[in-house]
């Protein structure tokens, strides 16, 4: 376990250098939620730390996968490739694998961001209870089932679901259109229509 003074000191070393702060995997792993808030604090949103090395491996996917998201993403900033501001600490703090860089602003193509409001009520409960209780009797689920689940538990993306399920991509996004169709989710691919639906402290 790493003390907070030794983690204080190192990303102000990275700061002074002008580069992203570079947490192992456990430092995240054993950072607790005091350490977590007294490092915001101090250094503030402006300052960048580098995605942990299983947000690496998916945005190395992505880079091949959908360049054209990828580059929206990430060719403005090749002197600090993978830099991420501080606020998005507390997705990684403690998530093992779990903690995700929500891609939820693309400016150039079309965003496939969904939160839980972007179920519409009526249709999607019963098809998400009907899933659940397939799903815990132990039946496979589609494509359009488990993008459900997953939505209707928090936000997420279309590439981290496609990347974590094994879900071939155009497949994934194909789930999405039907489930538009049918009713049960929205979809809304302009990053100025999705802050209605997420906010990001600056």
């Given at each position: ?22 947490f ?7 950072m607790?939620?005091e ?128 990347y ?16 538009v ?22």
């Amino acid at each position: 376990m790493t003390d907070r003074a030794t983690l204080i000191e190192r990303i102000q070393h990275a700061t002074d250098a002008g580069t992203p702060v570079d947490f192992t995997d456990e430092e995240l792993a054993s950072m607790s939620a005091e350490d977590e808030a007294a490092i915001i604090e101090q250094f503030g949103s402006t300052t960048l730390m580098r995605l942990p090395s299983h947000e690496r491996a998916f945005h190395d996917w992505l880079r091949e996968a959908d360049p054209t998201v990828w580059s929206d993403l990430w060719s403005e900033a090749p002197d600090s490739l993978y830099g991420v501001s501080l606020a998005f600490l507390p997705e990684f703090r403690g998530t093992g694998t779990e903690g995700s860089f929500p891609i939820c602003d693309l400016q150039t193509v079309d965003n496939y961001f969904f939160t839980p409001d972007m179920l519409l009520e009526r249709e999607s409960t019963d098809f998400v209870e009907a899933v659940r209780t397939r799903f815990l009797a132990g039946g496979s689920l589609s494509p359009e089932q488990a993008l459900t689940v997953e939505i209707s538990t928090g936000p997420m993306d279309v590439w981290h679901f496609a990347y974590r399920r094994g879900v071939d991509l155009a497949r994934a996004k194909k789930a999405v259109a039907s489930l538009v169709e049918d009713r049960i989710v929205v979809h809304v691919p302009k990053v100025e229509h999705l802050s209605t639906f997420f906010s990001i402290e600056e």
